[in-house]
């Protein structure tokens, strides 16, 4: 439920709505747009009752909240929420590139990767330390070797770190040493996991299951903002379909549905979303025009002797390429207002 205030309330008519929300033993979130502010009610509202808000002074109306995730929905928060990611901001027009390696395999590799994902304009720097894969006997990570390898970079390049946690123990680790924490498609519903990840102080970054609904997704990251922590990323990348020559199906549909649906920022993976480097390029281009808040892929300095998805990985040429591309693309669409904010 949200209790939406005219616009000539007082601070004194919030709080008193605030008061009657807390004394049912429910939990109320004031959000303050420049046109409206709202009252969002967080628990069971049976405890209510027959509560007449209308009645109240500086109360415009009272309204049910239809979906089954609140904090994530965009009728608990019709603002667009803007993500901080150490000064990074993402969403609501503010457009970020995440570049870098699938996996980290020394500091040399890393550190070149870093100084090429730089040059091209991204503003943060993907690796996985810990690499959750198919077979046992793939490359797993370096863990913490490659989390100090990472902080390295940062301080290298200034880029933002995002990386991979896969564990309820690593968690703390994982938030020391980056600025995103990432959770992939695999653990999308590993619940112990989301609410371990709620309770950090770093922003998540909340990869789409392979063949989870739109649904299941944002209550999955409802799970994480039940905890307390608001600043979720919603990455698109890929879903399971019968179709075999990809190695998902890159749903940008998703994108417009979200914006919605959510108020949460969403970004696009084309790497994993088809699972081929010739094909990164053109659904990279689609992403942006379609309105997403950012784009996250695999760029390496060799990819044909990378220790995971190399065949999806683009090499540094044609990663500048692509950015260049970005570039134009995404500043077309804000010169001529095109930038989808909302749906």
Known sequence: MVIIMNPDATRENIE???EVIENAGLEAKVMEGTQQKIV???????????????????VEKSVEISKSYKLASREFHPKSTVVDVD????????????????AVESREQLFEAADIAKKGGAQMLRGGAYKPRTSPYSFQGLGEEGLKYLAEAKERTGLKIVTEVTEVETVEQVAYYSDLLQIGARNM???????????????????????????????AA???????????????????????????TLDLSAVPAVKHLSHLPIVIDPSHGTGKWRMVKPMAFAAVASGCDGLIMEMHPNPAKALSDGAQSLTPEN????????????????????LLKTV
Request: glycine letters at 12%; one cysteine or more; charged letters at 25%.
């Open 16 to 18: 008193n709505v605030v």
């Open 40 to 58: 969002g009610v967080i628990g069971d509202k049976t405890k209510l009752g027959q509560t007449p808000f209308g009645a109240m002074d500086g």
């Open 87 to 102: 000064g990074v901001k993402i969403g609501d027009g503010n457009f970020v590139v995440m570049a870098g390696p699938c």
């Open 189 to 219: 519903q590993n619940f112990r996991l989301l609410k371990e990840a709620g309770r950090c102080n770093k922003p998540i970054m909340l990869k789409r299951g392979i063949s989870a609904t739109l649904n299941e997704w944002l209550n």
């Open 222 to 248: 409802e799970y994480i903002m039940n905890e307390g922590n608001q600043n979720v990323i919603l990455c698109e990348r890929g879903i399971r379909t019968y179709e075999t020559y990809t190695r998902n």
């Open 319 to 338: 990663y500048l390429s692509l950015m260049d591309g970005v570039k134009k693309i995404h500043s077309f669409l804000e010169d001529e207002g095109l």
